[in-house]
């Protein structure tokens, strides 16, 4: 399986199967990279996109649903080869609790619409792919049938690279 659905947005996440989360941010402020000018707009396919805001060194979604609090996400450089970068992003959101939680997703830009506006592509990759040779090399830890811990941003790049390292480059990957 390539990956799981992203849209309706960040709100999606508490609920999607087999999540990268991290109980300490590891995309810290002040290094988040722009993914493009605005206005720009993240898909989880071509035509489901949610508008975004720059804020800081990240981005802004507001939520779908009234009540619901916006989720921000940043960005840094993952991996690039030729023209193609591939970003590694961090959502924040809160938990149940009122805690701070971090879900991991990987991102790129799609070729540029004739409305003028960046869309990029997300997708989650799905942490119950990683072997038990994986999960033991780079900290993979099972919370439950629904979220995978991961304890470092290093790890978690080199697990990306090493599991999906082609499929970054397959556009039909990405949908």
């Given amino acids: ?15 999607l199967p087999a999540c990268f989360v991290s109980e300490t941010q ?7 990279v722009m993914l493009a000018q605005e206005p720009l707009q993240f898909c989880d396919e071509v035509d489901s ?20 609090e ?4 940043r960005f840094v450089e993952l991996v690039r080869k030729d023209e193609i970068v591939v970003y590694l992003g961090e959502a924040e959101l809160t ?17 540029p619409s004739e409305d003028g506006i960046t869309k990029v592509l997300v997708v989650q990759p799905d942490c119950n792919e990683a072997t038990a040779e994986q999960k033991e ?11 995978c811990n991961i304890g470092s941003r290093e790890d978690l790049s080199a697990y ?15 949908l």
């Fill in 1 to 15: 399986m390539r990956a799981l659905k992203f849209l309706p947005l960040i709100a999606a996440l508490l609920v």
């Fill in 26 to 32: 590891l995309l810290p402020e002040g290094e988040g």
């Fill in 49 to 68: 996109c949610v508008a975004s805001a720059v804020v800081g060194d990240g981005y802004l979604l507001e939520p779908d649903h009234e009540g619901d």
């Fill in 70 to 73: 916006p989720s921000f996400l």
């Fill in 95 to 111: 938990n149940d609790e009122g805690g701070k939680i971090w879900f991991h997703l990987v991102a790129r830009a799609m070729s």
């Fill in 137 to 147: 090399a780079f900290g993979i830890t099972q919370i439950d049938s629904y979220t």
């Fill in 160 to 174: 990306l690279i090493e599991a999906h390292s082609e499929d970054f480059y397959d556009p039909d990957w990405w």
